[in-house]
T-cell receptor, first 110, second 116 residues
Framework: GEDVEQSLFLSVREGDSSVINCTYT??????LYWYKQEPGAGLQLLTY???NMDMKQDQRLTVLLNKKDKHLSLRIADTQTGDSAIYFC??????????WGAGTKLIIKP | KAGVTQTPRYLIKTRGQQVTLSCSPI?????VSWYQQTPGQGLQFLFE???????NKGNFPGRFSGRQFSNSRSEMNVSTLELGDSALYLC???????????????FGAGSRLTVL
């Protein structure tokens, strides 16, 4: 069946770039999303990309999409302590259902 | 614009009891989805309601049910609670109008249920 996979943890130093990776299996995905969840809170949309795009940039965030390899990444430039959170990747398939990854916990080292 | 409001934020129940959680979507949003989040299983889709009709359903037992009212507010109910039902229950709304589009979900802060 359809699946979205992410690493569970990523540790980076404050000020460095963070790259969170995600792979998916549904080749008919229409939209792919990145959500952020801070402790004790719900999920917050960071950005999304349509499947016919290969890159989207929004301030410190850069999303790269490689459709051939079914690989999505989120780059956070100049990572700050406030970026500590769990980051979820999700895809919307052709049946409009969302498939979610398990989430990547981003840990910032001082 | 007010966000998605979920009540209660925290609650403690004992095994065998039942619980009702409430969700008020963003004004104008007609789609409401419910998710269960646990450390072990991650984010699991429960169901989605659109215009008072259940449009999609996840793989949960019949003890989990929901409904949506004419003002788009939604409730979910869990009967005969089990220890494994302890989780954060998240509600999300969207302005999904049934056409292809990004259909971005806006989440509430969640209701944290503890079953003892």
């Amino acid at each position: 069946g359809e699946d979205v996979e992410q690493s569970l943890f990523l540790s980076v130093r404050e000020g460095d770039s963070s790259v969170i990776n995600c792979t998916y299996t549904d080749s008919s995905s229409t939209y792919l999303y990145w959500y952020k969840q801070e402790p004790g809170a719900g999920l917050q949309l960071l950005t999304y990309i349509f499947s016919n795009m290969d890159m989207k940039q929004d301030q410190r965030l850069t999303v790269l999409l490689n459709k051939k390899d079914k690989h999505l990444s989120l780059r956070i430039a100049d990572t700050q302590t406030g970026d500590s959170a769990i980051y979820f990747c999700a895809e919307r398939g052709s049946n409009y259902q969302l498939i979610w990854g398990a989430g990547t916990k981003l840990i910032i080292k001082p | 614009k007010a966000g998605v409001t979920q009540t209660p934020r925290y609650l403690i129940k004992t095994r065998g009891q039942q619980v009702t959680l409430s969700c008020s979507p963003i004004s104008g949003h007609r789609s409401v989805s419910w998710y269960q989040q646990t450390p072990g299983q991650g984010l699991q889709f429960l169901f989605e309601y659109f215009s008072e009709t259940q449009r999609n359903k996840g793989n949960f037992p019949g003890r989990f049910s929901g409904r949506q009212f004419s003002n788009s507010r939604s409730e979910m109910n869990v009967s005969t609670l089990e220890l494994g039902d302890s989780a954060l229950y998240l509600c999300a709304s969207s302005d999904n109008r049934g056409r292809p589009g990004a259909n971005v979900l806006t989440f509430g802060a969640g209701s944290r249920l503890t079953v003892l």
